[in-house]
């Protein structure tokens, strides 16, 4: 199968879903909401709702914890629009509007991983016993050299099983600027995401690591990614850039 909306075409290969958006950002992210639309709803509902579903499990659905990290969750959303890339932000506007989405329900989804981060943080630090208030994660990256090529892996090491993997895809961003990338990840998540590789041979891979350090005002994780992807030739390009943009807690790409 294969459809097509605007720019940008979609056809199903096997499990995967294979993306081809073209144009500016707020047009991939229109052609790919619109190419998607009634498959990857209850994907980003999750996302967007999983510290809510988490939190009533461990404190009870009407507690007044659960109130005060809510009222914590809505803080980190407004902080970490501010600082949001403009590229990212327009693809996410142009998604919600091809989903039929709200702009705020793409945004919860994809921050979601940066709101764990600094509420986790800030649970650690007043924590003086016990187990932490998040488990452990474990992605790992894996890189092979041969002869002939050179072979890049990754898991993905995140709630989500049933939903991540209901709707595995290969996206080919064409911007109009910038240079050309692939992310590997699940339909409806826009960006350069988790995983991804641009026109010039770069790869990229995000993992998660618990830390006390974090910080409210930073760039969120998939933005740094999605910068890195569309801006760096080489590895000490994309250093370079990662060193500069103050992240919002312990990641490493």
């Known amino acids: ?22 144009g500016t950002s707020f047009e991939r992210g229109l052609q790919h909401g619109t190419l998607m639309r009634y498959r990857v709803r209850d994907t980003l509902s999750f996302y967007r709702t999983l510290p809510e ?4 499990m461990s404190l009870g659905a009407d507690s007044a914890r659960l109130r005060t990290l809510l009222r914590l969750k809505r803080g980190l959303l407004k902080r970490f629009a501010r600082n949001r890339d403009p590229d990212a ?24 991983a940066d ?19 998040l488990p452990g994660l474990g992605c790992t990256s894996a890189v092979r050299r041969t002869p002939e090529s050179l072979l890049f892996a990754r898991n993905f090491d995140f709630w989500g ?3 991540w993997d209901a709707s595995p895809a290969i996206i080919f961003h064409h911007p109009d600027k ?5 992310s590997v990840t699940t339909a409806g998540f826009p960006t350069a995401g988790v995983t991804s590789m ?31 992807s569309r ?3 080489s590895v000490d390009e994309a250093v370079e850039m990662a060193m500069s943009i103050k992240a919002t807690g312990g990641w490493t790409i």
């Open 1 to 22: 199968m294969a459809e097509r909306y605007g720019k940008g075409n979609v056809e199903r290969i096997g499990n995967l879903w294979v993306l081809h958006l073209r």
């Open 53 to 56: 579903v988490m939190a009533s």
């Open 89 to 112: 932000l327009e693809e996410a506007r142009g998604l919600a509007v091809g989903l039929g989405m709200k702009e705020d329900e793409i945004a919860e989804a994809l921050v979601l």
């Open 115 to 133: 709101v764990f981060q600094v509420t986790g943080a800030l649970a650690e630090r007043r924590r003086r016993a016990g187990p932490p208030l």
């Open 161 to 163: 099983a049933g939903y």
């Open 178 to 182: 910038g240079k050309a990338f692939c």
């Open 198 to 228: 641009n026109q010039d041979g770069l790869a990229l891979a995000v993992h998660q690591h618990g830390s006390r350090d974090s910080s409210v005002g930073g760039v969120p994780i998939l933005d740094i990614v999605h910068a890195i």
């Open 231 to 233: 801006k760096a030739a």
